[in-house]
T-cell receptor, first 112, second 112 residues
Framework: ETGVTQSPTHLIKTRGQQVTLRCSSQ?????VSWYQQALGQGPQFIFQ???????GRGNFPPRFSGLQFPNYSSELNVNALELDDSALYLC???????????FGAGTRLSVL | EDQVTQSPEALRLQEGESSSLNCSYT??????LFWYRQDPGKGPEFLFT???AGEEKEKERLKATLTKKESFLHITAPKPEDSATYLC?????????????FGQGTRLTINP
């Protein structure tokens, strides 16, 4: 167990809706990264938060947004859902002087 | 742009049959190469990180090695419980964020 927890485990939405995914980081970690993993592919970097600020973003449109809270937990919000947004969304936390990212179990999002 | 390519895409072995998985990378200044294991429907589990050519790390039946252009994950006398997808990633710094760039993974099946 990594100590990184994500909720919900599974989610079904329809095209055009909005969704919020949640992540609690491992104790002592102040950095949270979000990744999207399509079936059969490696994870793709969405963005990273450090001390409540976004400090880097991958090739994802602005309808993907996030927040990090003072307790270092985080949310990923996706607006105007598209069918291609169906994927496993992974949260990873790091910190404490190490660059190793520890992943949660993910949220499986299905967009119909 | 940093790139990571893993081969083979899939590998079937008999229990006890040793083999190696390959990870080729192109990166401007390696800040770390990471190996993760991912079981179906779960998040990636950290295995190893390597930082410089010639470095090796071992854990049970797994040994990771690194050269200037590739990394190998050697599996010795595997057991069925070693069946999983193995992901390789390099670390890239963008806008201050520590981003992981993943390969597509090698799906390993160990038959009893």
């Amino acid at each position: 167990e990594t100590g990184v927890t994500q909720s919900p485990t599974h989610l079904i939405k329809t095209r055009g809706q909005q969704v919020t995914l949640r992540c609690s980081s491992q104790s002592g970690h102040n950095t949270v990264s979000w990744y999207q993993q399509a079936l059969g592919q490696g994870p793709q970097f969405i963005f990273q938060y450090y001390r409540e600020e976004e400090n880097g973003r991958g090739n994802f449109p602005p309808r993907f947004s996030g927040l990090q809270f003072p307790n270092y937990s985080s949310e990923l919000n996706v607006n105007a859902l598209e069918l291609d947004d169906s994927a496993l969304y992974l949260c990873a936390s790091s910190g404490g002087g190490s660059n190793i990212q520890y992943f949660g179990a993910g949220t499986r999002l299905s967009v119909l | 742009e940093d790139q990571v390519t893993q081969s083979p895409e899939a590998l079937r072995l008999q229990e006890g049959e040793s083999s190696s998985l390959n990870c080729s990378y192109t990166v401007s200044g390696l800040r770390g190469l990471f190996w993760y294991r991912q079981d179906p429907g779960k998040g990636p589990e950290f295995l190893f990180t390597l930082y410089s050519a010639g470095e090796e790390k071992e854990k049970e039946r797994l040994k990771a090695t690194l050269t200037k252009k590739e990394s190998f994950l050697h599996i010795t006398a595997p057991k069925p419980e070693d069946s999983a997808t193995y992901l390789c990633a390099v670390q890239q710094i963008i806008q201050g964020a520590q981003k992981l760039v993943f390969g597509q993974g090698t799906r390993l099946t160990i038959n009893p």
